[in-house]
């Protein structure tokens, strides 16, 4: 597949095939991946792949935690709010998502509903979590998202599916308690991966973008 193609056909997959991806895969995935540029190359990632029983028991803690309405406790804080701007991607991204689906997404039950399913994974076989030194700065941080993405179109290039989730880390200190990641690393982002389930119309929703002229200007 051409990087063209690679990046053009990729989207966040929701719903997965009940199958394990290789081992020696995973590994080829994360090892290309390493391949994203970093500050002065210092490779500010971590990775950890999290499978089998182990996903299960996190899964079930997650769900537990928000049945029991413990508080969130992200190491990043999810935004209070938004600039217009984005604000209006955002609304645009809601209301496409609620004609597609024919769900009110604002219904409490819904909400709670989205949470769980995204702590279950979306049923993926694997899930990958980000993580780096709390007191490395914002620059390492903008590193670690070119590393995700380039994690998750090297799975693309190779028939994977992956969502990038923010959501899987809202209870960072539980879950790096469970992982056995120390308490000073800051959970930056959870990547559900798999092999999409291509029938499941979850993952036949292709999210717009706003044209080049709203983001791009060109001056001589
Ligand atoms: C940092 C980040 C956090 C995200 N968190 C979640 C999440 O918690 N749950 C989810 O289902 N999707 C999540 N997404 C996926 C976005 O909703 C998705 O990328 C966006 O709507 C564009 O759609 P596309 O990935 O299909 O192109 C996240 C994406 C990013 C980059």
Known sequence: MDALTCITNRRSIRA???KPVPRDLLTEIITTACRSPSYKNSQPWQVMVVSGKKKQGLSEMMIELLD???PFCPDLPAPASWPETEQARIDRLISQRTTYTGMDLNDPAIITRARKANFSFYGAPHAIYLYQDSSLSPWSLFDLGLFAQTL???AQAKGIGTVPQAFVTDY???IKEY?????DKRLVL????????QEDPANGLRTQR????EIASFVE
């Open 16 to 18: 997965f095939q009940d």
């Open 68 to 70: 029991n309405g413990t």
């Open 152 to 154: 998750m179109l090297v």
């Open 172 to 174: 960072a200190q539980q």
């Open 179 to 183: 992982l056995a990641i120390p308490a």
């Open 190 to 197: 959870g990547i559900s991966m798999g092999y999409p389930d």
């Open 210 to 213: 706003s044209p080049v002229e």
